[in-house]
T-cell receptor
Framework: NAGVTQTPKFRVLKTGQSMTLLCAQD?????MYWYRQDPGMGLRLIHY???????AKGEVPDGYNVSRLKKQNFLLGLESAAPSQTSVYFC??????????FGPGTRLLVL | AQSVTQLDSQVPVFEEAPVELRCNYS??????LFWYVQYPNQGLQLLLK??????LVKGINGFEAEFNKSQTSFHLRKPSVHISDTAEYFC????????????FGKGTHLIIQP
């Protein structure tokens, strides 16, 4: 039981490049979330999903897109990366709300 | 909308001393409350949570927190800290069953001095 895993662990992008972050969970959780963590800001919700095929915007969705084609996976896409998207990205999942379980994070540097 | 305020960005404390990390929230509806801990270069780990029932909640690693509805607070306490408790601590709140995610405070860095 791996819990929540994230791929990749670290990535460097140039401004304007695109990439996809993958989150996978093996706990059969319905809900999944993407957060970003910036120094002194805590974690802020980017997008979330309450089930396969559904997505919704969080607090800071601009510049990101998401997809939940399979229940166990939640993808976060950056179509045209900007330096302001340099951050640590965390994925989380939960069984119908309540306690969220977090992945180890992805460090993204946009030059 | 809900919000969370962690009143101290940094708390230095000597080893084996007690500590309290403060958290206040605002919400117009009932909330669930959480404390998470983040060790350097790691993800977040749940310390404890309040969903309902007893207002004193015990968590892992000897931590506990008390929900005070009248003061809209959920302060975290430990009677005797250890060097290994050095970490970032986040208070978070969810409403409506948590479907639309957690709202986090900005975090408190707990620094344990020998």
């Amino acid at each position: 039981n791996a819990g929540v895993t994230q791929t990749p662990k670290f990535r460097v992008l140039k401004t304007g490049q695109s990439m996809t972050l993958l989150c996978a969970q093996d706990m059969n959780h319905e809900y999944m979330y993407w957060y970003r963590q910036d120094p002194g800001m805590g974690l802020r919700l980017i997008h979330y999903s309450v089930g396969e095929g559904t997505t919704a915007k969080g607090e800071v969705p601009d510049g990101y897109n998401v997809s939940r084609l399979k229940k166990q996976n939640f993808l976060l896409g950056l179509e045209s990366a900007a330096p302001s998207q340099t951050s640590v990205y965390f994925c989380a999942s939960s069984y119908f709300g309540s306690t969220q379980y977090f992945g180890p994070g992805t460090r993204l540097l946009v030059l | 909308a809900q919000s969370v305020t962690q009143l101290d960005s940094q708390v230095p404390v000597f080893e084996e001393a007690p500590v309290e990390l403060r958290c206040n929230y605002s919400s117009s509806v009932s909330v669930y409350l959480f404390w998470y801990v983040q060790y350097p270069n790691q993800g977040l780990q749940l310390l404890l949570k309040y969903l309902s029932g007893s207002t004193l909640v015990k968590g892992i690693n000897g931590f506990e927190a008390e929900f005070n509805k009248s003061q809209t607070s959920f302060h975290l306490r430990k009677p005797s800290v250890h060097i290994s408790d050095t970490a970032e601590y986040f208070c978070a709140v969810s409403v409506g069953g948590g479907a639309d995610g957690l709202t986090f405070g900005k975090g408190t860095h707990l620094i344990i001095q020998p």
